[in-house]
């Protein structure tokens, strides 16, 4: 048998050799096929900007969880040093912190309370009054506040005598969150205990942040999707 190739003869039996025509058909076919000459690369710039709206719309979806700390945006003051430490003692020392003036200092019930300078949530002076609802187990700096609208406050003692009390605001936080294991801010003693107390908030919380936060991350999906055409 023959190669029908008419540049070439080459007998079936002899060695064989690819003709000239058969490699310059087979080139061409592989230009013809090549899947890489279809591919659009995103631009650099581009890929960076739908990250950017990829990351804004997650943040938006994100559970509501976080870690607090000393001197953070949810941070009430201190209470020092929260001795005695009882059940009502502690739903006492709350009432007290949360009826001072922002950036004040007073003395009560033999204890000195110093009022940091944030005012979450509903802010001074219309925070309800603190109801005792359950302590945490001594040591564990893990606190579950549950779907948010529980909870208002978050009461946290630090190694008895040699530290303090820390108060949060935790209205509207939902998840299991984490507060310091050591403190107070600048000090290294251990956590002793922590004490969540009522009214919480109602309805769903944080609801317009929450809208706001959707449409914001929309908007970027919107806005990266255009600039992905251009």
Known sequence: MYDLCPHSRVRSSEHVTIPWCRRHQSSKLHRHINPLAKINLIPTKKLAVLSAAFCAAMLAFS???KA????DGNDLGQVLFGIPSGDQDRENYVNHLIAMAPGTNDSFSGQTFFRSSANPGPGFPNYPTAVFSHNGTPGDNSVDLGD???YSYLFAKYDGPNAGSEVWY???ISGVITIPAFGLAGQNYGLSGWTLFGPGVPGVPDGGATVMLLGAALGALGMARRFLKS
């Open 170 to 172: 935790v209205g509207g």
């Open 148 to 150: 948010g609208t529980l």
């Open 63 to 65: 559970p509501n969880a």
């Open 68 to 71: 607090l700390t000393f001197g």
